[in-house]
């Protein structure tokens, strides 16, 4: 990784979770390891994006079977980075 | 709503809630664009304006049709379209086509093709969805990309990104789509 990512904000998956969009919240979402925030974009009102994915999570996963590449999510501002939640 | 439609989707594996979501923001995609392109079409003036105004009316028109055809299918699936506009506007599938701040030809023809993309892979996405599971939708959504791929094309050449292979429309619209309209 990069090394500005020292200056960034570290976010557990289950504190991105609190980004979800709703109740006015900021519209957040990871990808590969880092935290987009998506808020400014028509495509992530409330949270929501086309119907089938939500603000909040890791979505790493979920875009290798979207319409799209990764220039759509990498267009956005980058705030933090994915780090583990801490084991019980 | 089409009860043993629905029912035969549901068994099939699809998420018709989900479905039903995607099919009703396509929709609002489709009626806003119509309206978009209004203001887009009766904006390309000039020598190579008045070149580009009849493929964005055809493009236009077609899109109106997408939405008139799409309407039946999220009624037989048990969806419906929201009670206010303003609403439906807000969950479309594509961003607003909006006019740009210097609408020349060139500025107009990207905001054509943009939202022509985004069409392409949002019927991509309900194909998808729908292949081998639930083929009426599936049919649907297959004759709205056929479109959609033509119009990107059609915007595209003229952007300078290589031939669109094929002729505009000659004299009818809606080819793909036009047997769900009857």
Known sequence: MPLFIFKMKAFTKSELKQFDGK?????????KGYVYDVSGSFLWKNGKHQALHSAGLDLTEDLKS??????????????????????Q | MAKVAREMVERSGVDVEKLLELLTKNAAAE?????????????????????LKEIAEVARIEDRNHFEALV???YELGGKLPYNMNDFHDISACPPASLPENPTAEEILKVLVDAERCAVRGYTQICNMTF??????????????????????????FLGEGPSGHFMRRGESSPFVSKFLK
């Open chain 2, 72 to 74: 039946p299918r999220i």
């Open chain 1, 66 to 87: 979207a319409p799209h590449g990764e220039e759509f999510i990498k267009k956005f501002p980058v705030v933090g980075y994915l780090k583990e939640d801490k084991k």
């Open chain 2, 31 to 51: 009626l806003t664009t119509y309206y978009y392109y209004t203001i887009l079409r009766t904006n390309l003036i000039g020598m190579e304006g008045e070149t």
């Open chain 2, 132 to 157: 081998g599971k639930d083929h009426r939708t599936y049919d649907l959504a297959l004759a709205i990309l056929n479109e959609e791929i033509e119009h990107e094309s059609w915007f595209s050449e």
């Open chain 1, 23 to 31: 109740d006015n919240k900021p519209i957040l979402i990871g990808y």
